[in-house]
Nanobody
């Protein structure tokens, strides 16, 4: 499966963005999904993960309460709604999928999309 993240941009602190991750085919629903981000000079870090049906979600502490991950399997698309954005949220955001289980570890994910840049200005 191929993935493409989109929806990034430049936003002022306190603003919101909604990222999308579109999969190339309808095997998307067979996968657990994750969102990660990579800031300049830092390792890629976990942001959120969802179960195959989207009913189960988990978030990094850094975004908990400010972000909501969801998915629409009929459209082969996942979403990450980010609110109350902070300058420290500035990063390239990636979506990824994993077939077997729910994970917050980069190394567990099988397929990755190209990232989308999110820049939060103060």
């Amino acid at each position: 499966v191929q993935l493409q993240a989109s929806g990034g941009g430049v936003v002022q602190a306190g603003g919101s963005l909604r990222l999308s991750c579109t999969a190339s085919d309808n095997t998307f629903s067979d996968y657990f999904m994750g969102w990660f981000r990579e800031a300049p000079g830092k390792q890629r870090q976990f942001v959120a993960a969802l179960t195959r049906n989207g009913y189960g979600q988990t978030y990094a502490d850094s975004v908990k309460g400010r972000s909501t991950a969801s998915r629409d399997n009929a459209k082969n698309t996942g979403f990450l709604q980010m609110n109350s954005l902070k300058p420290e949220d500035t990063a390239v955001y990636f979506c990824a999928v994993h077939r077997d289980y729910y994970s917050d570890r980069v190394q567990d994910y099988d397929y990755w999309g190209e990232g989308t840049q999110v820049t939060v200005s103060s």
